[in-house]
């Protein structure tokens, strides 16, 4: 394959350019707003759908301690 040594070689460039510290600081930016949209996707999302199903009908049938629930 012609392409496995190209891509090999944009690897370690890519390596090289990530091991810098001059870009620590943007790629922790990066990093917490990726992690943020995993979290609101992963859970976030979720809960306010089964929320929405839940209290559709704005009655509550709740026993838990959430100050919304409570009458």
């Known amino acids: 394959m012609a392409a496995l040594p190209q891509l090999r070689a944009l690897l370690v460039v890519v390596n090289a350019l990530l091991r810098k510290r001059r870009y620590h600081a943007a790629l922790a930016v990066l990093k917490g707003f990726r992690n943020g949209a995993v979290y609101g996707a992963k859970i976030r ?27």
């Open 45 to 71: 999302a979720p809960h306010a759908l089964v929320m929405t199903f839940l209290f559709r009908n704005g009655r509550s049938t709740c026993t838990c301690c959430h100050a919304s629930c409570l009458p």
